[in-house]
């Protein structure tokens, strides 16, 4: 079973930054396509970001230039960077884990996921 933990979350000003976390408790964890979703009030969950076990990462157009994901193979962690924060990013923000391959963009490929970590950003 794989636990995935998020931290970093909080709120912030518009135009600030904030750096989140997730931690995978798994050997394998360099093996695994990440991906970092968020769900505001009433919306469904959506795809942000996602880096794949090479290296290769993908943004949604609206966070793209913004944000940042990156991993460390060696801490079982990756990063979601994000940058010049607007309102609309406020959501609860969850990291997951790709197991056997597939559509990054999709909710539904991911095997793990975290419990979520609050953003709000205030205007």
């Known amino acids: 079973q794989v636990q995935l933990v998020e931290s970093g979350g909080g709120l912030v000003q518009a135009g600030g930054s904030l750096r989140l976390s997730c931690a995978a408790s798994v050997r394998t964890f360099s093996t695994y396509a990440m991906g970092w979703f968020r769900q505001a009030p009433g919306k469904e969950r959506e795809f942000v970001a996602a880096?794949?076990?090479?290296?290769?990462?993908y943004y949604a157009d609206s966070v793209k230039g913004r944000f940042i994901i990156s991993r460390a193979n060696a801490k079982n962690t990756v990063y979601l960077q994000m940058n010049s924060l607007k309102p609309e990013d406020t959501a609860v923000y969850y990291c997951?884990?790709?197991?056997?391959?597939?559509?990054?963009?999709?909710?539904?490929?991911?095997?793990?996921w975290g419990q979520g970590t609050q953003v709000t950003v205030s205007s």
């Open positions: 997951a884990a790709d197991v056997g391959g597939g559509s990054i963009y999709y909710t539904s490929t991911y095997d793990y």
């Open positions: 880096i794949r076990w090479s290296g290769s990462t």
